[in-house]
């Protein structure tokens, strides 16, 4: 099970949180989804002497020994109100290749609507800086001009979605060895096709007005409480 650290009273850390907690509130509208983004790495191993598969009684038996082929960089959005999910896998995560996911999703997965409400962390790349990074300036206005940005707070990654979404997809695809790039590409897209064809969707129950309840330590002392 994944824990999540939470952050010392200050007014930054409220402040961003309520701005996020705030975005859950809202109602769904297809125009402006609410969309959020994270992303891990996995190491690929490979097992050059195989494994035996199953038999009656007895589960698969990897052998110990493996072959480090590298790393692999998991990019996942999730739409929480409409159950829907999507995995891309990559060679690294630099800020060029977080401004290609943007480009993708303002593109190819939401090319209908007019503002992508787009959560996440506070990661160095996680910046409209990198479409400028990446594209022309034209390009990068375009693309930055379809998103509304909203960051969790340091500390505040249990109020991603989609880290919570990535730790199921960990747990159902990352927890075994994966020899190679495609190998995981294969079975992400394997399971995000699953995943949303159930469409599970995510329902957050917790709201600002519960923060200022049980999340009280959190908020500073003000002048006019003193």
């Not at 707070?153 to 994966?178: D, K, M, T, Y």
């Amino acid at each position: 099970m994944k824990s999540w650290c939470i952050g010392k009273p200050s007014a930054r850390y409220v402040a961003k949180m309520e701005d996020v907690l705030s975005v859950y509130e809202r109602p769904y509208d297809p125009l402006r989804p609410q969309v959020c983004f994270d992303e891990t790495s996995k190491e690929l191993r490979e097992t050059p002497r195989g494994s035996l598969p199953m038999a009656p009684d007895q589960p698969e038996r990897i052998d110990y020994e493996y072959q480090r082929n590298g790393t692999a960089n998991v990019f996942l959005w999730v739409e929480p109100l409409m159950g829907r999910r999507k995995v891309r896998i990559t060679k690294q995560r630099t800020s060029m290749d977080f401004a290609d996911q943007l480009r993708l999703l303002v593109d190819e997965d939401y090319p209908e609507a007019e503002r992508i409400v787009l959560v996440l962390d506070n990661l160095n790349t996680h910046s409209p800086a990198a479409l400028y990074e990446r594209f022309a300036p034209a390009e990068a206005k375009r693309i930055n001009d379809k998103i509304e940005w909203h960051y969790t707070p340091e500390h505040g990654s249990w109020l991603n979605i989609a880290e919570i979404e990535l730790s199921v997809f960990a747990s159902q695809c990352l927890n075994r060895r994966v020899p190679d790039q495609g190998t995981l590409a294969k079975e992400a897209t394997a399971w995000q096709e699953r995943r949303n064809a159930m469409k599970t969707t995510i329902d957050w129950r917790f709201t600002t007005e519960d923060a200022r309840i049980k999340l009280k330590r959190l908020y500073p002392e003000t002048k006019e409480q003193i």
